[in-house]
């Protein structure tokens, strides 16, 4: 059973700093693209940033600078490192592996951008 596990969301005021984690199990780590995608209140779920098996990766232009993508193989867990943070950037993140054609997503955490 293919399960991806986010965590690390919470409530941060402007400027402060989130690093997500999803944990994947149930499919072969390295061979998958993994992603980060958020789904902001009232809007659509949108590509934040996606990290190949060798690392390779890509930002939605509007975050470049501020966020960062890794992963650690080993560990079968990718990161999102976010700096600088907005009240925009509010959102539910979301976890996504694909390999195509198979493609998961994970539960999503909620990361709230307030003072």
């Known amino acids: 059973q293919v399960q991806l596990v986010e965590s690390g969301g919470g409530l941060v005021q402007p400027g402060g700093s989130l690093r997500l984690s999803c944990a994947a199990s149930?499919?072969?780590?390295?061979?998958?693209?993994m992603g980060w995608y958020r789904q902001p209140p009232g809007k659509q779920r949108e590509l934040v940033a996606s990290?190949?098996?060798?690392?390779?990766?890509n930002y939605a232009d509007s975050l470049k600078g501020r966020f960062t993508i890794s992963r650690d193989n080993a560990k079968n867990t990718v990161y999102l490192q976010m700096n600088s943070l907005k009240p925009e950037d509010t959102a539910v993140y979301y976890c996504?592996?694909?390999?195509?054609?198979?493609?998961?997503w994970g539960q999503g955490t909620q990361v709230t951008v307030s003072s």
């Open positions: 996504k592996a694909l390999r195509l054609p198979q493609v998961y």
């Open positions: 149930g499919i072969i780590f390295g061979a998958y693209v």
């Open positions: 990290i190949t098996s060798n690392g390779m990766t």
